[in-house]
């Protein structure tokens, strides 16, 4: 039997952060939409203020709701403490400028998130922070750059859209070797799929708007790690203002419950899907490291525990291929999102890369006839029916 102190993972998604009682024997979280929290005395209210007593003094820095929600997404991903955000780029951007000055240098991949990679490209620069774009599969041209000295090593694996892989033990050593922090995004894999700090990251991060909330229905990111990292962190998300909504942080809550059920369907369903779509005369390539063909499945077997809901693949005939094909699916929403309940297509022009002009696509390798399918929890059967029928259109 498990040990009774160490719950698994479908356990903690239902209980995390939610054992103790709640107001008035709720025994789900309240959504606490105060703005203030008021005190009888200022003797107990500076005690809060400094931290010295459990407490809240303003939702712009904590709230009773979303302290549970980063409760919960810590204690899935083993991590010591949680800070959230109002999206996932806020996630991100926040700790990429807590942790970068004018003069650091951070060394990615070229195959992150578009809103990551225009950050990169874009904004970082215009702070004097240089960011070095590595060919994303190229582990030993991502050490060596790692060698030359960073601030930050920042990993996404798999990455969005083209679903590559990067061995995560092995850079996160790369950069501690040189000093500079490890910080993986997560969001594809979700910590059902997979935990990197376990495999040595120094930070993990999520759009919690896909995965983990599930339902497409609340905005949201957060970010885990050490308590000191997470401290510098939060003073900055604390004054830059980029605030967890209570009611989303309650929605996210309510959508995690089920992740390991949703994340188990979708890990099923995408590999099957996959599958079928390798053996389809109208697809020129797939991208979905479950396949014994991806370039780093090995490594994805050595760090997953499962490959996750979302798979990309290239149409024979590119764009034009693209705009014929998904209007012809049934069950699918054409949409920028993933992660929901309901299946979710798009190409990268659209969805993971519309900050970006085709030339920036060209350049981070995100081909234009790519789709990106995030897979629901419909029945597979049906799925793969609704892709036979869209696909034969072509022919």
Known sequence: MANQEEPRMGTRAVWGGEEGPMWQGATQVPVVHSVSFGYADVDAWCAVAKGERPGHIYSRNSNPTVEVFEEKVRLLEGAAAATSFATGMAAISNTLFTLLSPGDRVVSIKDSYGGTSKLFIEFLPRFGIAATLCTTGDHDAIEAEVAQGCRVVYLESPTNPTLKIVDLARLCAAAHRVGALAVVDNTFATPINQNPLALGADLVLHSATKFLGGHADALGGVVCGGHELVERIYHFREINGATLDPMAAYLLLRGMKTLHLRVRQQNESALRIARFLQAQPQVAAVFYPGLESHEHHDIAARQ????????????????????????????????????????????????????????????????????????????????????????????
């Open 304 to 395: 997953m525990r499962g490959y996750g809901g979302v798979l990309s693949f290239m149409l024979k005939g590119g764009y034009d291929a693209v705009r014929a094909f998904l209007p012809r699916l049934r069950y699918a929403h054409l949409a920028a999102n993933l992660g929901p309940v309901e299946t979710v297509a798009g190409p990268p022009a659209t969805t993971s890369h519309v900050e970006c002009t085709p030339e920036e696509r060209a350049a981070l390798g995100i081909p234009e006839g790519l789709v990106r399918y995030s897979v629901g929890i419909e029945d597979t059967e049906d799925l793969l029916a609704d892709l036979q029928e869209a696909l034969a259109a072509l022919s």
